[in-house]
């Protein structure tokens, strides 16, 4: 297990990371189509750039279908160029309209910034990411984050186990609701909504939208139990209900205040937990690689082939099975 | 790394075992209960009960919200129940009216259930499992096959990443559709159709189902890219596409009848991938939780956190922090 990848993968990655950091949209779309499939450049290249990270602002927005998250999401880019800030957005959606979705005016307004080197968006499977997507888009974003972009938005459906693992791994998580969506999405909002730093009811137009977010303010009253703080600590903070139109960009640069007072409040509050959940889903994913890297070594794929095999016709536990090809490991390094 | 839990755990786990494997259901309860939090008696339980395990036929359904599902996992009960045959459900779904969600009609339908031990209805988080939901709704349902259901369905809500594991996990996979979704969803489609044994259009009564269905069967001409078929195996088999009212009943033992020839039709072509799939998502997860427990010895917990901070604040890549630890736990092997 060496301390990096091979030499020509390290050349490699020199290229493309020096060229990404200058500037090169095509070098810096090469790196992250890298980091989905977790090449050995990918990982040469993160290895160089991860130092360069930890300026940006990581930005979660997630929830459910038809609340309108690509539309505010490009009410943000719009936002925050007009603040002068380089925007990069990860939209992790296979619906995604922004990523060749259906609604033809998002993306009439995305290529309207095809010209405009300060935005940058990208497009990531939201399957098969072989150690999770969370630690994906996490290496996603700091890549982009080095790459010198202030501000990264990661755009997920917000309706699966991983979409929420990534939004909550985000340094400021948004979620979005769409006004009066029934009784039926109530466990889906209870769900997200504990990850949330911000809710936003979207479609402020719809009648119902401040009904909503009524409603939203009185379920968020924070409770003895949800923040159990000891003495010391701040006592957890109720999410700000913030009402957008992301159509018309109403209530869009109010949002893009908000996210700044909750980044300069999490700082000054010290809160490292984000960093460090992004930081140990990364360190899990790579120690998966590690140990299917060394399942794949030719002196242990024959175990591991009789194991799995072994596991799947119901003669060996998992337990056992996975027991043995530690002891395996262990025995061959 | 012991061979077996605690001995205080395996004692536990015994006796819960042999009761719920006797048709004690409320053993069985405190088992999957165990096998979610993945407790030491899970980890005994598993042991013993994995070997019973291997006979009932598991089945994915999983759809976009609206679709269905649950109506349709509600007419399956039935159908399986006039043939005679014990079933099990394993709902991943936090919207789920059958695990208290909002449909009262289904809930009604279910209590009906209450005083039939041939019918078991579990409902399980969709977040926070950390060995992947994957393995866990795979371990339930080794304990549900153990535990003598000849049929075991898990229902997904299948718009994320780890809900489509699952499913695809499974030893037959169906995916529903509601007729004419119109545009937005023609990507949730494509994605879940990779992994569909069966396609089921649900709400057969509304206008359009036929079309719909027509529509996806013309999708679904099997192309050489998705077979890759070398000689001597089977040519990649196109899905069935049925159509279903799950309100009513109609079509119900017609799909409970393509299930059971898709299982004859996979075992006779050995078809091992979903179990060889299920097994490794299983080893994994235990391989994992090895790995999660070694950090969390009192000699390595400083030297993890350490790390994990230097991650979190840039000052060490998630390639080197890993190998860092790797080396740190075989140091202390």
Chains 1, 2 share one sequence.
Do not use: C
């Not at 910034?113 to 935005?119: E, G, P």
């Not at 959940?277 to 794949?296: E, K, P």
Request: charged share 25%.
């Amino acid at each position: 297990m060496g301390e990096s990848g091979t030499p020509r993968a390290a050349d490699g990655a020199t290229t493309l990371t020096q060229s990404a950091v200058a500037g090169d949209r095509r070098a810096l779309a090469r790196l992250l189509t890298a980091v989905e499939n977790r090449t050995s450049i990918a990982e040469a290249a993160l290895r160089e750039l991860y130092p360069k990270a930890g300026r940006a602002h990581i930005v979660g927005i997630t929830g459910p279908p038809g609340s309108g998250k690509s539309t505010l999401v490009a009410a943000l880019i719009a936002a925050a160029r007009e603040a002068g800030r380089a925007v990069a957005v990860v939209a992790v959606d296979p619906s995604s309209p922004i990523t060749g979705g259906a609604l033809l005016g998002d993306r009439v307004r995305m290529q309207s910034y095809a010209d405009d080197r300060d935005v940058f968006i990208r497009s990531m499977a939201s399957r098969g990411h072989a150690g999770g997507l969370a630690s994906t888009t996490t290496a996603a974003a700091a890549v982009l984050d080095a790459s010198g972009f202030d501000l990264v938005l990661i755009e997920t459906v917000g309706t699966g186990q991983s979409e929420v693992e990534v939004a909550a791994a985000a340094d400021t998580t948004v979620v979005l609701e769409a006004p009066e969506m029934g009784d039926e999405v109530q466990a889906i909002k209870a769900g997200l909504l504990e990850v949330a730093d911000l809710v936003v009811v979207n479609k402020g137009d719809k009648p119902g939208a401040l009904r909503t977010a009524a409603q939203l303010r009185a379920m968020l009253v924070p409770t003895v139990a949800r923040g159990d703080a000891p003495e010391g600590r701040p006592s957890p903070k109720r999410p700000e209900v913030l009402v957008t139109t992301a159509t018309s960009g109403e209530g869009v640069p109010e949002l893009l205040a908000a996210l700044d007072r909750h980044r300069t409040a999490a700082r000054a509050g010290e809160a490292t937990e984000p960093r460090r959940a992004r930081a140990l889903a990364q360190i899990r994913a790579v120690m998966a690689d590690r140990l299917a890297d060394r399942l794949r070594e030719p002196a242990l794929t024959s175990v591991a082939d009789a194991v799995i095999d072994d596991v799947a016709e119901h003669r060996l536990d998992p337990y056992a099975a996975a027991d043995r090809l530690l002891q395996a490991m262990a025995d061959r390094r």
